[in-house]
């Protein structure tokens, strides 16, 4: 059974600076994509980035690129999420996801394993 549970949401000013992490239990990281999304109210899923397990490769999404790093700590078993530059259109509820497979899928629905969610608020 995999498990994944998110940490360190909150609120922050625009500008400011935020770290999300990602604790992962009851997997063998192998072959595996740690996607992070995120969704806002009345808004779908989005992709934000991600992170290979195996080689650390990352991938992310346009809006958020130059802004964000994904990094994973072998040893913790966790993936962070770190977001810098924040602005109010970052708020959401952030999540973080996993998927065996060797491809970077953007599509919520294709993750089987999900964390509670995160909430960041971004104040103008």
């Known amino acids: 059974q995999v498990q994944l549970v998110e940490s360190g949401g909150g609120l922050v000013q625009a500008g400011g600076s935020l770290s999300l992490s990602c604790a992962v239990s009851?997997?063998?990281?192998?072959?595996?994509?740690m996607g992070w999304f995120r969704q806002a109210p009345g808004q779908e899923r989005e992709f934000v980035g991600g992170?290979?397990?195996?080689?650390?490769?990352?991938n992310y999404a346009d809006s958020v690129k130059g802004r964000c790093t994904i990094s994973r700590d072998n040893a913790k078993n966790t993936v962070y999420l770190q977001m810098n530059s924040l602005k109010p259109e970052d708020t959401a509820i952030y999540y973080c996801?996993?998927?065996?497979?060797?491809?970077?899928?953007?599509?919520?629905?294709?993750?089987?394993?999900w964390g509670q969610g995160t909430q960041v608020t971004v104040s103008s």
């Open positions: 996801a996993a998927r065996y497979g060797s491809m970077v899928i953007f599509r919520a629905r294709d993750y089987p394993y």
């Open positions: 992170i290979f397990w195996s080689g650390g490769r990352t």
């Open positions: 009851g997997h063998t990281f192998s072959n595996t994509f």
